[in-house]
């Protein structure tokens, strides 16, 4: 089973819906979820970060975490066409402050006007 | 906001040449990494450092990679004797403890 698993899309929607994008994570002991937004050919950038104590809500973006199914979604609302990017979920892995991160392969999002 | 830089932001080179790319992390972090992100997969954690020495490696970063913060600023990665299966984008990322990893713009990296 693979460590971080996202459906890698397309994922189309009209301009002003609700995109919902999932992560699934294998380590039951993951006590923190980040979400990056890459542009094709760009970096990673950071869009929110959850820990396990709760969910998170940051303007439009709301990041929410299903323990006990071992998945973290990643809700966007009022969708811009400016959101159309790649979705990556990313998973701290090892112990201490000093951890890599381990990547799902990202949910390519489409947002059409 | 403080940002990661990198240089080059591109870089083509023949194979079995060395390359070394630049990272200059956010001035106050203390860990460092590095990432590669082959074109259409996804980004693969290289290695870590803290504290001038390596605190974790990946199965890719083999006896050709190696890792220098050579100052206080810069933190390198030097590939020795590039293969063609290294082309990809390299990402260096910094954090304070506990807090995320920041990413550089990456160097494309494309091998003859």
């Known amino acids: 089973q693979k460590e971080v698993e996202q459906n890698s899309g397309p994922l189309s929607v009209p301009e002003g819906a609700i995109a919902s994008l999932n992560c699934t994570y294998s380590?039951?002991?993951?006590?923190?979820f980040f979400w990056y937004r890459q542009y094709s050919g760009k970096s990673p950038e950071l869009i929110m970060f959850i820990y396990s104590n709760g969910d998170k809500e940051d303007g439009r973006f709301t990041a929410q975490l299903n323990k006990a199914s071992q998945y973290v979604s990643l809700l966007i609302r009022d969708s811009q066409p400016s959101d159309s990017a790649t979705y990556l979920c990313a998973v701290p892995r090892g112990a201490g402050n000093n951890r890599k991160l381990i990547w799902g392969l990202g949910t390519s999002l489409a947002v059409n006007p | 906001e403080p940002e990661v830089t990198q240089t080059p932001s591109h870089q083509v080179t023949q194979m079995g040449q060395e390359v070394i790319l630049r990272c200059v992390p956010i001035s106050n972090h203390l860990y460092f990494y590095w990432y590669r992100q082959i074109l259409g997969q996804k980004v693969e954690f290289l290695v870590s450092?803290?504290?001038?020495?390596?605190?974790?490696k990946s199965e890719i970063f083999d006896d050709q990679f190696s890792v220098e913060r050579p100052d206080g600023s810069n933190f390198t990665l030097k590939i020795r004797s590039t293969k063609l299966e290294d082309s990809a984008m390299y990402f260096c990322?910094?954090?304070?403890?506990?807090?995320?990893?920041?990413f550089g713009d990456g160097t494309r990296l494309s091998i003859l």
């Open positions: 450092f803290y504290n001038n020495e390596i605190s974790e």
């Open positions: 990322a910094s954090s304070d403890s506990l807090q995320p990893q920041h």
């Open positions: 380590d039951r002991g993951s006590q923190s």
